[in-house]
T-cell receptor, first 112, second 115 residues
Framework: GNSVTQMEGPVTLSEEAFLTINCTYT??????LFWYVQYPGEGLQLLLK?????DKGSNKGFEATYRKETTSFHLEKGSVQVSDSAVYFC???????????FGGGTRVLVKP | DTAVSQTPKYLVTQMGNDKSIKCEQN?????MYWYKQDSKKFLKIMFS???????INETVPNRFSPKSPDKAHLNLHINSLELGDSAVYFC??????????????FGPGTRLLVL
């Protein structure tokens, strides 16, 4: 079956540091890949997505590139802010059907 | 505001009770979902409806019954609540069921606590 593995947190950073959250997946065919963010006490917000190999999704300074050869979709941001403190979820949607499979989430804490 | 909304936001109830959670989307989407997030933040799909028809039904106790009166609404009824049902329940919707149209947008969640 499909699966998503992402690095366990928490990840603690200082403001303006570089952030990387690793995400790898197992799926048949060409799934669509997503990053969602959950701020404290809130729901899930779509952060970015990529629907085919080599696509780069970007939003709010975050980027992730769909790498078919390494089955990865790592999330990066060059300079984090305190307001980026949240839990980040990597997810995939299969080529056929629409059942999102989520990774376990990575908590990020940015300190001033 | 265009969005996915859920009511109630918080629900505290006793074991054995029956409760419902409501979800509405005004995005014009055809597909709606229910997800459960446990205490460790793990998210798992429960159900999905496309144009009022059930298309995903994961291994969920039959105490949980979804109902979709129309494309814009998907409600979740839970009978005989148990302690293990305590979780955050998220509703989501998407335009379609594959590719870019399958991108899912989530509601704010309903935090259920069973005592």
């Amino acid at each position: 079956g499909n699966s998503v593995t992402q690095m366990e947190g928490p990840v603690t950073l200082s403001e303006e540091a570089f952030l990387t959250i690793n995400c790898t997946y197992t799926a048949t065919g060409y799934p669509s890949l997503f990053w969602y963010v959950q701020y404290p006490g809130e729901g899930l917000q779509l952060l970015l997505k990529a629907t085919k190999a080599d696509d780069k999704g970007s939003n709010k300074g975050f980027e992730a590139t769909y790498r078919k050869e390494t089955t990865s979709f790592h999330l990066e941001k060059g300079s984090v802010q305190v307001s980026d403190s949240a839990v980040y979820f990597c997810a995939l949607s299969p080529a056929a059907g629409n059942k999102l499979t989520f990774g376990g989430g990575t908590r990020v804490l940015v300190k001033p | 505001d265009t969005a996915v909304s859920q009511t109630p936001k918080y629900l505290v109830t006793q074991m054995g009770n029956d409760k419902s959670i409501k979800c509405e989307q005004n995005l014009g989407h055809d597909t709606m979902y229910w997800y459960k997030q446990d205490s460790k933040k793990f998210l798992k799909i429960m159900f999905s409806y496309n144009n009022k028809e059930l298309i995903i039904n994961e291994t969920v106790p039959n105490r949980f019954s979804p109902k979709s009166p129309d494309k814009a609404h998907l409600n979740l009824h839970i009978n005989s609540l148990e302690l293990g049902d305590s979780a955050v329940y998220f509703c989501a919707s998407s335009l379609g069921t594959s590719g870019g149209e399958g991108t899912q947008y989530f509601g704010p969640g309903t935090r259920l606590l069973v005592l």
